[in-house]
């Protein structure tokens, strides 16, 4: 179930609390060049959060261990900007949250070398991402500073650039991120058939019944209550049982 107070922040986790569902965010988010380095079957939650309680509104993040195919540990490190507009210092916000993804490791791994963790930035705003990926963008300097500035950059996943066909994968994560992707939209509703179209094909899954209701709180947070009666009767429709 998710938390109303925060509705972003809790359906995310809720999406990506089935493995399954996450190895296909992830799948769906890292470019091919990357990802025939890695071996999706071994990726595992790491029950974290690095966010601070005041930022949940903002942000929602999801870390993962996985091996690439050399064996190499590597982290991958999912943060979704849930505001309608992109936020500049982003990068910096990644920056934050690796330092005690390493510091952990360090504790439980002493001696060993630091893993690299791939950044992952979901956005699913109205206004369309304008800034560079690559932190040192943010630096205003000669190039003879640069080796004293840490760089790196993160992927962008930005739901507002992809066509509806282009979201692949098992339905329930498909339906998931079609909702995210029009959550903004003023004609959210007219979206509602053809999300719940695709969901019926993920009403077999074991938690099927959870994800529907943690789907619609998310969807009616957005919609208001002046919708509830014509989304009830859309329900019934697609899913009289």
């Known amino acids: 179930m998710i938390d109303i107070s ?8 809720f999406l990506v609390s089935k493995t399954e569902r996450a ?3 992830i ?3 890292i470019p091919p060049p990357i990802a025939k380095h890695i071996l999706f079957d071994t990726l595992t939650p790491v ?3 690095f966010v601070d309680s005041q930022l949940r509104n903002r942000y929602s993040d999801a870390l993962f261990n996985v091996l690439t195919v050399s064996g190499c540990p590597t982290f991958i490190y999912s943060l979704v900007d849930h505001k309608s507009t992109p936020d500049l210092n982003v990068g910096l916000q990644l920056q934050r949250y690796y330092v005690p993804i390493w510091d952990k490791h360090i504790i439980n791994h002493p001696g060993s070398n630091l893993p690299p963790i791939i950044g992952i930035v979901l956005y699913h705003g ?3 991402w304008k800034f560079d990926t690559n932190f040192i963008s943010r630096f205003q300097c000669k190039e003879s500073f640069h080796p004293y500035i840490p760089k790196f950059c993160y992927i962008l996943f ?3 650039t992809l066509e509806d066909d282009q979201l692949f994968g098992e339905a329930d994560l498909r339906a998931a991120l079609l909702l995210m992707k029009y959550i903004y939209d003023p004609n959210l509703y007219k979206y509602v058939p053809m999300m719940l179209e695709v969901l019926q094909a993920a009403r077999d899954n074991p938690d099927f019944v959870a994800f529907f209701e943690a789907f619609m709180l998310y969807l009616m947070k957005h919609l208001g209550e002046e919708y509830r009666e014509d989304l009830t009767r859309i329900v019934y429709n697609k899913f009289p049982e």
């Not at 925060?6 to 986790?13: A, G, I, L, M, T």
């Open 27 to 29: 799948r769906l988010s």
């Open 23 to 25: 190895i296909g965010l």
């Open 126 to 128: 109205k206004s369309p």
């Open 47 to 49: 029950p974290d959060t």
């Open 6 to 13: 925060r509705p972003h922040d809790s359906f995310f986790r």
């Open 158 to 160: 930005d739901l507002s």
